[in-house]
């Protein structure tokens, strides 16, 4: 298995996110679409359909986290560096447009219907994924990342998740500098209530 290809990056919080997006794209409403003080968590799930089992796909799974903070750091200095071009509605619009495209390319060669479209568009881990760059790029915002190191045992999930998390590992980034400052006892039960 390849780690990479079995995994999937979304928005858990706030939870109307793919609402925003898609009323973002469709002119009703501007940019920033976040508020400053929102809570913004991000997860990377790693083994998706497939579980990460070997000792080799674990540290796959810690090289493409790490890589994956690495590339998000670029993408928010970019960001914040040219702001005036690139953090305005008509120019983040403009990008989000070329990703739809490219989606309905690929949606078009599977024939699925409109209303598969829009949810996949609103739920773009790409989309989702400069979303965020943007808006911390856009408040000049601290982030943090947890990766839990190894896969989940069952004993270490909610019994109503075991079949999409166990032997599958996890990143979480949120839009604050530590822990401490978010509004929750720990960092994954919001993730554990977003997912059920």
Sequence with gaps: MVVVTDSFMGIFTPKDISSRITQFIEKKIEFPFIKKDEIVGIFYLFGKDNKVISDLEILSVRNIAKRT?????????????FKENKLDSEFIREEYNKRILQISIEE????????????????????????FEQHIAYYKQDYFYELFKQPFKKTEIPAHLINK????????????????????????????????
């Design 69 to 81: 903070m690495e590339q998000q750091a670029r993408n928010i200095k970019i960001f914040h560096e």
């Design 108 to 131: 078009h060669i599977s024939s699925s219907s409109s209303t598969h479209l829009s949810y996949r568009i609103a739920g773009d881990p790409t989309i989702q994924s400069n979303c």
């Design 165 to 196: 998390l166990e032997k599958r590992m996890l990143m979480l980034c949120y839009n604050v500098s530590d822990s401490s400052k978010l509004p929750y006892n720990n960092t994954i039960h919001p993730f554990f209530q977003w997912l059920k």
